[in-house]
Each structure stands twice: as structure tokens, then as C-alpha cells.
């Protein structure tokens, strides 16, 4: 099998999240890094370029050039990951759906929900796919949370908690130049929401993918502990369900010294509760009505299919965030390929966030934003 060619907008050395993307979209040999506007530097572009063994006159120092040159080729990519500071993912996302490319973009999607819904539209327009990288669904535990859900173990829904904390911007730390955060806390290149566009969409997203409801309206409270910081560093938010009687309690923050990537969700139904960790990815606990907890494994007989499918190695031998991101690759990568071929996607394809997920966070920050400006009203969220 040839492996896929693909493009990366960011994701050059001096990136974080960009490099996760590199080495799980490669991690089964199924894509290839074929070329690049990997920074914004030009000179880290080019470095990056050299370190990722992308050919020199594919590692581009402009977007624009990339594009222009890439859609005249034969061997043409077959998607084009963009891990890019917040702002820029409307117009890039748009520059490369124009030039006919198949997008894989990062989350927030965008600043608003009318530009989401813009990318949403265009890509389905162009018949072209658009996944929003929502990785923590790629967890092959996380699959399987989802089919107990559907499968009725729990039976309904009654209470969904979910939470996202990290600690690293406890203090000031965009004063100290850490690039990371310089542009997170700044509302022209983050957006309306800080820790909540940035992991609080995340947590969103992950309570509506396993349990399928729906956020129907929601109460925001939203602070910024942290003296002069523009953005929220810390939100705790009430939501009710649309067609449930489920309500859920979502809360994030990055001042929480001593976590560091705390997402976590405890699910009750009528029937019984379920509990996973991102910290502790491999385990699963269900506790029924009657009788004992029980903490199901990966790699563990009789998981649902779709979780066999997301799984790489024996239970025991642990798996972890580059193998739930490389998941959302694999799907990716087949609905490319099952595009191209003419025949229908298989399972790992149909479980990956789509842009309509995407425009759904989006909607998610706008509306806990005005619920907090109003003083922590119940808001409905836009269902269209
Ligand atoms: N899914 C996740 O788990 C996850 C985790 C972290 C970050 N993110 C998201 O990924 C995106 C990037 O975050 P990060 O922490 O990696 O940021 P970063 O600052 O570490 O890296 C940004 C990269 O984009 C490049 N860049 C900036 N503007 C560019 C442009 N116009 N053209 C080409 N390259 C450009 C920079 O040079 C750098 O390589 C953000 O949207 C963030 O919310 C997602």
C-alpha cells in the first residue's frame, strides 16, 4: 500500500501540538508528510522542513506558495492538516478547501460560530471532508463508553459530569513569552474563550460523543483568577439536554496547580455509571444498578468492534494520546481513500469529529460567554 501524501500548516519545531499530529498521522505507515508551510518563521519553516525529511522544494514559506504549487501536482495530497494559532484557522481553512484540498483542522475551529458554519458549508459544498480534531474520541476506551451508552447499559441518561484542568497558567506566564500561552490569553488570536475554547471545547465535545445528547441551553460562570488576564482561566457551566432528562455539570480551568491534563467524565444513567480518565486511558469503569463495579481493559476479550478496531497492541502494553490522535487518522485517512475509490468508509472513518462538531464548540464558547455576561442566565445554544 502507498501511503498517503498529506500537508501540514504549522507544525513546524517551534510548535507544540503540530508535532503530535506528524508523528500520529505516520504512526501506521498509512499517510506521508509531503510538504509544509510549517511556521511562520520562514527560516523554522525550512529547518523543519530539512528535520521532517520533507523534499527542500516542498517545504514552503508561504502559505499561498504551497497551495498554488501543490494543486498543480499529479501526485496531489490527499489532505492538509492546519495546527495553527486560532485566528488563523478560518482563513486558511477556507484558502485550502478553495484549491480543492481536504482539510484536517484544529480546534477551537474558528473565533465565531458564522465562520465555522462557513468552513462547514464550503466543505460540503466542494464535496470535500473536514475533521475537527476533537482527538480524545479516538481513545479506543472512549469508543467503547460510547457503544455501552447506545447499547442501553446505563439505560438514560440522567447526569453527565465532565471536566477539564490543567494548571500551567496558574501565574502570568504569556509575560514570561511562553508561546504557547502568549497567544491562548490574547482575544485576537484565541477568541472569545480562553480555557474554554481552548479544553473546555474539548470536554463539550467528549460528553456529547458518548453520550449523544445534545446541549440544549446552558449557565456559564466564567473568571479570570489570574490579575490582567483578558480571557477566562476557569469556567464551571450548568446544561440541560435537548429530548433528555439529562443534565450535565461541565467545568475547566488552567489554574489548577498540580493538574495537568485532568479531563475526565462520569456519566449516570437509570441503569447504572460509567467513569473514564484521560490520565488513565486504558481502563473504563462501569457500575451497574445491582451488583459490583467493574473496570473493563483495553486490549481485554469482548470490547465493541469499533474499539478493537482503535487498538494496536495487547492489553497490558499500554497505548496512549499519539495512538487516540493516530486513530482520528486512520479514519481520515480511509474516508480520503474511500472517496477517491468510489466505495464506502469503513468504521473508523465514520466515527471522526466532523466540521459540524467543530461549529458546535464554537457555538459552545459563544454561548457560555453570554450566559456569563448576563450574569450566569440559562442561554439556549443555537441548534442549527
Ligand atoms: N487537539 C489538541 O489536543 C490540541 C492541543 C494543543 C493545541 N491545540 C490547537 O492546535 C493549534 C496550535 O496550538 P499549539 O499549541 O500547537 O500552538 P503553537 O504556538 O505551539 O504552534 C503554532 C504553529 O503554527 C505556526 N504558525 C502560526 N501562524 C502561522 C501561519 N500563518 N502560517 C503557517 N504557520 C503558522 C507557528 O510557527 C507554529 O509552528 C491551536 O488551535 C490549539 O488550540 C489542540
Not at 274 to 297: A, C, D, K, M, Y
Amino acid at each position: 500500500m502507498t501511503p498517503l501524501p498529506f500537508g501540514m500548516i504549522g507544525g513546524g519545531l517551534d510548535a507544540f501540538i503540530g508535532q503530535v499530529h506528524r508523528r500520529a498521522a505516520q504512526l501506521d505507515g498509512t499517510a506521508r508528510l509531503a510538504a509544509g508551510a510549517l511556521s511562520i518563521d520562514p527560516k523554522i519553516a525550512k529547518d523543519s522542513g530539512a528535520a521532517y525529511a520533507i523534499d527542500d522544494d516542498r517545504a514552503y514559506t508561504s502559505v499561498d506558495e504551497m497551495l498554488e504549487r501543490e494543486s498543480a501536482r499529479d501526485d496531489k495530497l490527499g489532505f492538509i492538516t492546519i495546527v495553527t494559532p486560532n485566528h488563523t484557522h478560518h482563513p486558511l481553512a477556507m484558502k485550502c478547501l478553495h484549491a480543492g484540498f481536504n482539510v484536517v483542522l484544529e480546534k477551537p475551529m474558528t473565533h465565531t460560530s458564522g465562520q465555522a458554519q462557513e468552513i462547514a458549508d464550503l466543505a460540503r459544498d466542494k464535496g470535500l471532508l473536514c475533521c475537527v480534531t476533537h482527538n480524545y474520541t479516538g481513545y479506543p476506551m472512549v469508543r467503547h463508553a460510547r457503544e455501552l451508552v447506545r447499547s442501553g447499559a446505563i439505560g438514560d441518561v440522567r447526569k453527565v459530569f465532565v471536566e477539564y484542568h490543567q494548571g500551567w497558567l496558574a501565574t502570568k506566564v504569556e509575560d514570561e513569552g511562553v508561546q504557547q500561552a502568549v497567544w491562548r490569553t490574547d482575544p485576537a488570536k484565541a477568541g472569545l474563550g480562553g480555557a474554554l475554547g481552548d479544553i473546555g471545547t474539548h470536554a463539550e465535545n467528549l460528553a456529547e460523543f458518548i453520550t449523544g445528547l445534545r446541549i440544549e441551553s446552558l449557565c456559564a460562570d466564567l473568571t479570570s483568577f489570574v490579575h490582567g488576564r483578558e480571557l477566562d482561566d476557569d469556567a464551571a457551566v450548568l446544561i440541560r439536554y435537548t429530548d433528555s432528562m439529562a443534565k450535565g455539570v461541565l467545568t475547566c480551568s488552567q489554574v489548577c496547580v498540580g493538574e495537568a491534563n485532568g479531563l475526565a467524565i462520569r456519566i449516570y444513567g437509570t441503569q447504572g455509571g460509567i467513569t473514564w480518565r484521560q490520565e488513565f486511558p486504558e481502563q473504563l469503569t462501569v457500575s451497574p444498578l445491582e451488583g459490583s463495579p467493574t473496570t473493563l481493559s483495553r486490549g481485554a476479550d469482548g470490547l465493541s468492534e469499533i474499539a478493537e478496531l482503535s487498538t494496536r497492541t495487547p492489553g497490558g502494553h499500554p497505548e496512549g494520546f499519539i495512538e487516540a490522535f493516530a486513530n482520528l487518522y486512520l479514519g481520515v485517512i480511509d474516508a480520503v481513500e474511500a472517496q477517491r475509490d468510489g466505495r464506502e468508509p469503513g468504521l473508523l472513518a465514520q466515527a471522526i469529529p466532523t466540521a459540524g462538531d467543530g461549529v458546535r464548540g464554537v457555538r459552545f464558547v459563544e454561548t457560555c460567554v453570554a450566559s456569563a455576561r448576563e450574569g450566569g442566565k440559562w442561554v439556549d445554544l443555537d441548534p442549527a
